[in-house]
C-alpha cells in the first residue's frame, strides 16, 4: 500500500483511528461523530500538506455514487430540510471512512484498531448487562443510569427549544426515549446499542483467538462474553438471532478456533439462559399473534409496499421526513421509516436507491472473499470484517439504521478499515 502519511505526523495520526474506535460506541451519539471529524480535518491536512490525491478506493467510489443519487433525489423532495440533514449525515459519516483509510496501513494498525474495537464491545455490553442488573434490584435507582448518558441528555433537550420551528418540526423527536426495562448501554436506545454490538463482538473473538499476546486473548474473551451479555440484555429479538447468525460465521476461522468458539458459544448461551432466563421468553412473543410489534410491522410494511407502488422509479426524495409524513398523513402508521435499509433507500431515492445500496455491500464482499482465500492472517481479518458488516446487514432487513448515528458511524469506520485492509494486502497479490 502507497504510504499515506508523512514521517512527522505518522505517530500522531495512527491513532486516531483506534481512540475513535473506541469512543465512539462510548460516547453519547452528539458527541462520537466528532472523533472522526477531528480525525478526517487532521489527516485532510496532512493530505493537503503533501498535495496527494485522495485514495478512496472501489469501496469508497460505490459510497460516494450512492451519495451522489441522494443529492440527486434532492431535487423531487418535499422536504429540503430533511434532505439536507440526510446529506449532512452521510458526508460526516463518510469522513469517517475517509480518514481510516488513510490512516491505517500495517498489521500493528489493523491489530490495534481490532483491539479497541472489542474493547468498546465489552465495556459497553458490561454497562447493559449492569442496568439490567441495577433494574431488579431497584428501578428508581436504575432509571438514572439507563440509557447511560441521560443526565447529559436532559440538557440537549433543553436546547432543542431553542431550535427554529422549521426545523424541529422536520425532526421524528425532540426528546430522548426511555427504555428503563431494556439495557442500552452507552446508546439511545436498545436496538442501536444490540445493533453495534452485534458489528463490535466478532473484533472481540479476533482478540480473543487471534492474537499471539495471551493477556490481549484474555480480555477479548472477556469482552467477547460481556458483549453477547450486552445483546442479551437488550432484549432485542431481532438482535438475538442476528447475533447467533453472526457468531455461526465467526466459525470461517476454522481450525481450533472453530472449537473454542463452539465452546464458548455453549457457555455463553447456558450463562444467558440461566442468569437472563428472560431472553427466552422475550424472544417467544415473536409466535404471538396478539405481538404489538410484529402486528405493526405488517401494517407498516403493507404501507410501504404501497408507497413503492405509487412512485418505484423515483421515490419520494431523500429524507426521512419525506416517508414519515406520508405515513402518519396518508397510511395513518405511526413509525418514522420504512424499518428496513433497502426498503427506506427504495422508497425515498426509487429502484436506483437499493441497487446503489446492494452495489455498496457487492464491492465489499467481492473483495472479502478474495482476501478470505489467501489464508492466514487475511482469512482471519477477512472473516472478522466479513460478520461485522453482515451483522449491520441482518440488523437492517429490521430496523432502519441509517438515521441512528453510531450504527452508521460504525459502518464506515468499519468499511474504512475494510478498504485499508484490501490496500494493503490484495493490490500486493497483484
Known sequence: ?????????????????????????????????????????????????????????DLGISILIYMAWMLVSTIWTSSIISSLASLGLWSLMFAGYYFFTETIDSETDIDT??????????????????????????????????????????????????????????????????????????YSNPLFFATVEIMLFPFAAHTALCFKDKKKNIIGLVCLVASLGGIACSYSRGPYIYAVLVFAMLLLYGGKKLKVLLAIGAVSGCGILIVFNGTVKRLLTLLSSDDISVNTRKV?????????????????????????QMLHNVYSVKQPHAHNIFLEAWVEHGIVGPILLTAIFAVFFINVIRLIKLGHKQREYGVTLLASVFGFILCGMT????????????????????????????KKKQ
Request: proline residues 4%.
Open 113 to 186: 484498531v481490532m483491539f479497541f474495537g472489542g474493547l468498546c464491545a465489552g465495556i459497553a455490553g458490561a454497562i447493559g448487562v449492569g442496568q439490567m442488573v441495577l433494574y431488579h434490584l431497584d428501578e428508581n435507582i436504575s432509571r438514572y443510569f439507563n440509557p447511560f448518558w441521560r443526565f447529559i441528555d436532559f440538557g440537549v433537550e433543553k436546547l432543542v427549544v431553542f431550535l427554529p420551528d422549521f426545523i424541529t418540526s422536520k425532526m421524528g423527536s425532540t426528546t430522548f426515549h426511555s427504555f428503563a426495562t431494556r439495557g442500552c448501554g452507552t
Open 399 to 426: 430496523d432502519c439504521l441509517f438515521y441512528g448515528f453510531k450504527p452508521l458511524q460504525y459502518l464506515f469506520m468499519i468499511l474504512g478499515l475494510s478498504q485499508a485492509v484490501f490496500a494493503l494486502y490484495l
Open 1 to 57: 500500500m502507497t504510504q499515506t502519511l508523512n514521517n512527522s505526523t505518522d505517530n500522531k495520526l495512527r491513532y486516531l483511528a483506534p481512540v475513535s474506535f473506541l469512543f465512539a460506541g462510548l460516547s453519547p451519539e452528539y458527541i462520537g461523530p466528532f472523533f472522526t471529524l477531528i480525525g478526517f480535518i487532521l489527516v485532510l491536512k496532512n493530505r493537503l500538506g503533501t498535495k496527494k490525491k485522495p485514495q478512496f478506493g
Open 300 to 324: 407498516l410494511y403493507d404501507a410501504v409496499f404501497d408507497m413503492i407502488k405509487n412512485k418505484p422509479i423515483l421515490g419520494y426524495g431523500t429524507g426521512f421526513d419525506n416517508v414519515r
